[in-house]
Each structure stands twice: as structure tokens, then as C-alpha cells.
């Protein structure tokens, strides 16, 4: 990759808490490490890269995050081989995202360098937070929020661009079953629903807290117009496997263009696996069940990789599915993580090295 040279600056903490944290369970998210990276927009420019020790912000009441929600993330992982190497996945493709999300919520876009050069430096320098246990990683989040002030309703004038990183333990989901939403709607057409704001996220809890109500633990999205059609589960991409045909959804104003999802379409196509990216309608999803044409559903992203859901409920009826023995859940999962955490060949150019 040609990044233009751009040198970070680094502020060591004085005390480090990696001594104090129990490697042995970590919850998602929770447990950070000691440094973050910061960047600033203002005067029309991003400035003054640097990492620092992991802190708290102090922000003015009137900045613009707070009342018209200009705030847009990513999310990613730091592996660690079994020979102490440090390896990213498809970095740049979050980078390109986060942009694409940025000009979506009139957020300066940042230079690729700012991203990538403090991406690694960061990484670089808390790469003794990476856990080394079976399926454990660094994840990454990094994020934008507007910091101007003003109660105008009008895009900020200045912004934070932060990355910070949290030591995560494996990440078991269990079994998960999800209900087919039929009122609310993730996104509409026009949206924002293929940027990662996190309004978004917002927007998904309370529908959530429904289905976990009535002992489900994700909701399957529907499109907004008619809820005809099936198009993400929870925070993730939906795939559904017919016969020996996957399928996912198409990308749109509505669904993220997510990583995982492309790299599982990647992987389907240099296997020979047939996919169908289009349209998934509940009736098809229903008809399939019915006939036992429907082997399998799961849903992918960068916290579990790949989620299987062992059911799903419409209309009142809940609906087992099999537990196929050649499942493509499992075949996937395997194959993106073992290139993750360099135990095979990577042909697709996916793996980037930190140290």
C-alpha cells in the first residue's frame, strides 16, 4: 500500500493497566487499552495526528453531536499469530467506508494516511493488548463526531477523529433466534442506512428490546416500504442458504456495504459455492421452510465474524431451522478467521501487517 510518509507523534502513559486486566474474560468492549489516537478538524483542515494516553473528552453543551447526531464509526480487529505478529483485515476498506459514511452526514472526509498512519502506530503501540487466546483480537473502533458549537441547525465546524481500541475474548453468540420485524424499519430509501451513523444503532434498540421481549435476541429488518422483503439481522448482513444456493441481499440506500459480506461472496465464488445477490422475500424465506429447502440462515459482520440463527418467528409462528452437517456458516467462519490469524495462504491480498 503507497501512503504518503506522515509521522505520529506518541505521549506514553505513565501507567499502564495492562498488568490489571484478566485476560481470561474479557467482556466485548468494556476493558481499553492504554492509548487512543486523536485527530482534529478545524479551519478547514485536518490536523495535529497524534496518540495519546486513553482519556475523557470534554465537550461544550452546545456541540453538534449531541443535538443533531453527526457522528459516524467503524469497527475492526487486531490479530495476533501464533508467532507474535500482528496482522489487520481489509483495513482499507473501512477506511473507504468511513468516508462514504462521512460525506453522507456532511462530515469532512479524512485523508487516508491520518487513518492508516494512526492506525498503525496506535496498534503498534498497544500491541501488547492483544490477547493471544483462541479466537480473541483487538477490536478497533474508530469514530467521528461533530465537536462545533452552536444550536443552528447546520453541519458542524469542526470534528474529532478518534481510534480506540478494547481487548476482546472470543465471541461466543449461542444460539440466536430472530423474529421478522413488521412494523419498524432500520432504514428507508434516501437514508442513511448504508452509513455507519450511529443514529442508526440508536433507532434499532427499542424494536430489539420488543423481540427479546417475546424470546427472541435479534430482529431480521424489512424494507420499509411493505416489510416484503428480508434485509439485514441486528446489526449484521443476512444470508440465507437455499438448497446449496447462498444468498444475501443486495447493497442499497438501506443495507452497509459490510466487509465480512463481501468477503464471504469472495470466498463463495473461488469455491464454486452458487450465490445469488437479490432480493429475499418472507415468502420465499417461508416457502423454503416449508418444503425443507431451507438449510441454513446466519448473519455476518466484524464482532462474531459469522452468527448462525437457529430460528426465526413471523406472524406468531416460530420456525426451527436444521443444523446442516456441511454448513457454510462453519466452512465461512473458518476460512475468513484462518486468514485472519495467518494460519493459511492469503490469495485475495486481505491480511495487512502491523509488526
Known sequence: MNLSTLQIPVEKTTHSRLADVDFSNLPFGKVHTDHMFMCTFKDGSWHDPKVVPYQSLSLDPSSKVFHYGQAIFEGMKAYKDSDGGVWLFRPQENQKRLNISAKRLAIPELPESIFM???KTLVQVDHEWIPRSEGSSLYIRPFIFASGQGF????ADEYVFIIACSPSGAYFSGKVGVRIEEKYSRAANGGVGYAKAGGNYAGQFYPTQLAQADGFQQVIWTDDNAHEFIEEAGAMNIFVRIGDTLLTSPTSDRILDGVTRKSIL?????????????KISVKELLEAQSTGNLKEMFGSGTAAVISPISSFGYQGERYELPQPENSYATHFKKQITDIQYNRIDDPFGWRYRIK
Not at 443552528?152 to 453541519?155: F, L, M, Q
Not at 469472495?266 to 437479490?278: D, S, Y
Open 152 to 155: 443552528h441547525a447546520s453541519p
Open 266 to 278: 469472495r470466498l463463495a465464488e473461488a469455491g464454486n459455492i452458487p450465490t445469488e445477490v437479490r
Open 117 to 119: 498512519e494512526g492506525l
